[in-house]
């Protein structure tokens, strides 16, 4: 792995500078002037979201960034015109883009919210570029990112951020300034980049919101405000512009628990097929439009295809998945929410899936195949078994790999029998860090462990958090397989080598309001063919 700037250089470099750049607005901010610390819009131009990268490949990555001079616009047009804008990019191998890798022209049109996704190729693996934007005369600010190594070589190691849950109105984004500082290769997203629900003055970070945040997300424009709202926060966009993320979604960037054409739970209990169908298709076309996707996950109305593979050299491969676009509906929950239950014979149905059959297909004939040294499984909701209750009994949440347990059992008896080297899953969804072995079958005591999965916590939604509460001295009585639990907010910061995996589980005393500390709470070790978590 090739040397990376200092952290000094990179906040130089990363400041909003260049020509035409605007400025970040400190203080009171663009939320109303009793906002004491709501100091995360821009100014003014054309690039108050910032700028991205993502999916990379040994020859390239995806570039991102979309036009908004007023992003809380309440039609979600972000003060742009309905014609199409010409967006020029520039990648290069240095910050002062003294020598250009690559140059071209994007279009930035009104039907995908004046977003640009240029696909780069052809560029030397296994190195480090800076990438900027220009439109109407104004400047973007730099980005920085990374090819993968090449397909066949043996990286020495790999160090990624593992993020999930930014709930806007429960705190601020300190987590990601954090980020930004760890000099990532990459950052992995699980999901839940935004919520749906509506933003009010009543929230954890007490401060005034515009009135066009107070309703509940339903339309495109209204998805597009909310993106806008979270983009524009300064910690994130920092997080973005230091490296490429690898992005899949979960249930708020929808709408709470939703399952492929159903949800059974929110303020709309039983919708209409096709008005959900519609608030799909919005939601999927936002998520699109705001984040550094390939044309490949470019929505088809209400589907979209998130499934994919990345490699980094023969050292690691991430396989992301999909467990809300294939899943049948939560079992036991026709209508009865996705709670708690220990009577629920139909979460062990073997035709329900949470994959379904063409995406399982998929995941299985690529643990057939891998050659990799990690196989690293992007999950959205925990695959180990939760038992909410100490005792003979188990009570369980329906919702994740719980309620559809031989999908969990096939996915686990075939990494083992294709002899998957070293299968590790990371999930989000909980709001707590976890470190587990995953077993072969929960049911046996003694049963072999086959996989590890650390689950992150979230970057702010829930508030503060704390180090443990009476939930986690349940868990941890109730589930021997669970090596730790922690309900702080945070992050994971994953370092991979050939013969070990390393998880530091970073966390903030409090997120409600800015400027909170890191520091590692715990760290796990998993050695090569070795399944399973060990103190570091």
Known sequence: M??????????????????????????????????????????????????????????????????????????????????????????????????????????????????????????????????????????????????????????????????????????????????????????????????????????????????????????????????????????????????????????HEVVNDWADDTVIMGRDPHPDPAEFAARKAAAFQAFYENLPLRRAQLPAGPDIRLHRRLSYGRLAEFTMIDTRSHRDIQACSYGNGTGRTSSCDERFDASRTILGAEQRRWLLDGFARSRARWQILGNQVPMTETDWAPGPAKEVWVDPWDGYVADRDKVLSAAHEHGVRNLVVLSGDRHQNYAVDLKRDFDEPGSPTVATEFVTTSVTSGGDGADMDDLGRTFLAANPHMRFFNAQRGYIRVNVGRDRWRSDFRVLPYVTRPGAPVSTRASFVVEDRNPGVQPA
């Open 2 to 251: 090739s040397s990376h700037p200092t952290p000094l250089s990179r906040r130089r470099f990363l400041g909003w500078g260049g020509a035409g750049a605007a400025t970040v607005l400190l203080g009171t901010g663009a939320l109303g002037a009793t906002a004491a610390h709501a100091y995360t819009l821009r100014k003014s131009g054309l690039f108050t979201l910032g700028v991205a990268s993502g999916d990379p490949s040994p020859d390239g990555f995806v570039l991102w960034t979309r036009l908004a001079p007023e992003p809380f616009a309440a039609d979600g047009k972000a003060g742009m015109p309905d014609r199409r804008i010409k967006v020029e990019y520039e990648v290069a191998r240095d910050e002062r883009f003294r020598q250009i890798a690559r140059r071209g022209e994007a279009v930035a049109s009104p039907e995908l919210g004046h977003s640009v996704h240029p696909e780069i190729s052809g560029l030397a693996p296994g190195r480090e570029y800076y990438y900027r934007f220009r439109a109407a005369g104004e400047v973007s600010p730099v980005g920085r990112t990374r090819t993968m190594p090449a397909a066949r070589s043996l990286p020495d190691e790999l160090t990624f951020g593992v993020a999930s849950c930014q709930a806007w109105q429960d705190g601020y984004f300190t987590a990601f300034d954090h980020m930004a500082d760890e000099d990532f290769d990459l950052i992995v997203h699980l999901g839940d980049y935004l919520y749906e629900y509506e933003v009010t003055g009543n929230n954890r970070r007490g401060v005034s919101v515009p009135p066009q945040f107070g309703t509940e997300t339903f339309d495109l424009a209204r998805y597009r405000l909310q993106y806008s709202l979270y983009k524009a926060e300064e910690p994130l966009q920092r997080a973005h512009a230091q490296c490429p993320w690898i992005h899949t979604l979960d249930d």
